[in-house]
């Protein structure tokens, strides 16, 4: 069974570009599916959600994320290609590891490395990095504080094979749940629930 499918027809370059993303790319400690993908951004387009199963049903899962392909036969200036990749990922974090200053720093580089380790080439890359702290109050007050890091990027591949992206984008959202960017010393992380 096919990872994908596209529901219309799309240029032969998207369609090359967008060949090499298959299972073998996913990672075992993650639920990977398409999802419709947005379509007033570029005529052609590729989504997928993922996120790290949590057995206990509980509202705090461990990591989840979505990544889009895009696809304009023309140019776009701001992009310097007619390809982009919009990557999503969120995550509880770990109270103190959120009081710390360089979090932000920490989750783009580990994106950055994902993109090198998998040889993803890219250009105008760009993002943010936001911290949620939430405090109950009220009926609420009882509650331990929670902590949530969200990952929003954005680039431009240099190569028409977006594979490497995908892998990627699948490596950063394991990370964000506890397993490290190789796939080896699983990890777990401990946060106030």
Avoid: C
């Amino acid at each position: 069974m096919a990872l994908f499918e596209f529901t219309t027809e799309v240029p032969a370059q998207f369609a090359a570009a967008t060949m090499g993303i298959n299972a073998d790319l996913l990672r075992p400690e993650l639920e990977t599916h398409q999802i419709p993908a947005p379509e007033k951004i570029a005529p052609n387009a590729l989504a997928f959600s993922t996120h790290k199963p949590n057995p206990a049903e509980t509202p705090n899962n461990r990591a989840a994320g979505r990544i889009v392909f895009l696809h304009d036969p023309e140019e776009f200036e701001t992009w310097g290609s007619n390809m982009r990749v919009i990557a999503y990922g969120k995550s509880p974090l770990e109270t103190d590891v959120a009081d710390q200053g360089d979090y932000a720093q920490y989750w783009w580089g580990t994106l950055e490395l994902a993109l090198k380790t998998h040889g993803a080439r890219y250009i105008n890359g760009a993002g943010t990095i936001t911290k949620m702290i939430s405090t109950g109050v009220g009926s609420l007050e009882g509650e331990l504080v929670h902590s949530e890091v969200e990952l929003r990027a954005s680039w431009s591949p240099v190569d028409d094979d977006l594979a490497p992206h995908f892998a990627a984008w699948q490596n950063l959202i394991a990370e964000m749940a506890g397993f490290h960017v190789g796939g080896q010393d699983v990890v777990r992380i401990e946060t106030a629930s």
